[in-house]
Nanobody, 128 residues
Framework: EGQLVESGGGLVQAGGSLRLSCAASGFDFPEYAIGWFRQAPGKEREGLACINSGSGNTYYANSVKGRFTISHDNAKNTAYLHMNKMTADDTAVYYC?????????????????????WGHGTQVTVSS
């Protein structure tokens, strides 16, 4: 059974940076898509970025493009989300998700319904 474990959340000052990690284990896909999402209280889950573990292709939401960077270390089966110039609006629970990297990843990879496997989330709080 596949498992995703996020880490790296915490408290950061506005303007600061943070790096989240998502360690994947127990998956048998030849290549997979990993997405990062966040959910603030009272809001819907928002797709931020996703990456294809095979091709390395990445996709970003307009809201974080230029500030957030997704990456993946195949040797460690770990994905990362580097967040820069953070603001109070970035405060949320951050989740990583994984599924087979199909042909629809390019236009569905930032949609929560694309993924079957989810981590439990890590809290990120940005103080202003």
């Amino acid at each position: 059974e596949g498992q995703l474990v996020e880490s790296g959340g915490g408290l950061v000052q506005a303007g600061g940076s943070l790096r989240l990690s998502c360690a994947a284990s127990g998956f048998d896909f030849p290549e997979y898509a990993i997405g990062w999402f966040r959910q603030a209280p009272g809001k819907e889950r928002e797709g931020l970025a996703c990456i294809n573990s095979g091709s390395g292709n990445t996709y970003y939401a307009n809201s974080v493009k230029g500030r957030f960077t997704i990456s993946h270390d195949n040797a460690k089966n770990t994905a990362y989300l580097h967040m820069n110039k953070m603001t109070a609006d970035d405060t949320a629970v951050y989740y990583c998700a994984l599924d087979f990297a199909g042909s629809s990843m390019a236009w569905n990879g930032l949609t929560p319904g694309y993924y079957h496997y989810w981590g439990h989330g890590t809290q990120v709080t940005v103080s202003s």
